[in-house]
């Protein structure tokens, strides 16, 4: 099985910035993409950004141009860069894992806090 460390999170005003860091630990296939999803208050739960093994990435309409997904192979580690930050960045950020040949894995979540 593969475990997710997630940390990063925290509290920033509108414009600052913030990277998100996952590590993955056990039993990794690849190839793999892994990426982030967040849940704002009092709604579901939505995709951020994803990156596969080979580096091609995604992300969402609403980050597009503020933020970066990357990944260090060599450490089963992906990374979250998070700038200009607005008030409706603020969730808990999850971090997952999935192959074509196993279950999805996911983080425990962190918060992250923007106030205006």
């Known amino acids: 099985q593969v475990q997710l460390m997630e940390s990063g999170g925290g509290l920033v005003q509108a414009g600052g910035s913030l990277r998100l860091s996952c590590a993955a630990s056990?039993?990794?296939?690849?190839?793999?993409?892994m990426g982030w999803y967040r849940q704002p208050p009092g709604k579901q739960r939505e995709l951020v950004a994803v990156?596969?093994?080979?580096?091609?990435?995604n992300y969402s309409d609403s980050v597009k141009g503020r933020f970066t997904i990357s990944r260090d192979n060599a450490k089963n580690t992906v990374y979250l860069q998070m700038n200009s930050l607005k008030p409706e960045d603020t969730a808990v950020y999850y971090c997952?894992?999935?192959?074509?040949?196993?279950?999805?894995?996911w983080g425990q979540g962190t918060q992250v806090t923007v106030s205006s």
């Open positions: 997952y894992l999935g192959a074509t040949y196993s279950r999805a894995y």
């Open positions: 056990g039993s990794i296939f690849s190839p793999n993409h």
């Open positions: 990156i596969t093994s080979g580096g091609t990435t």
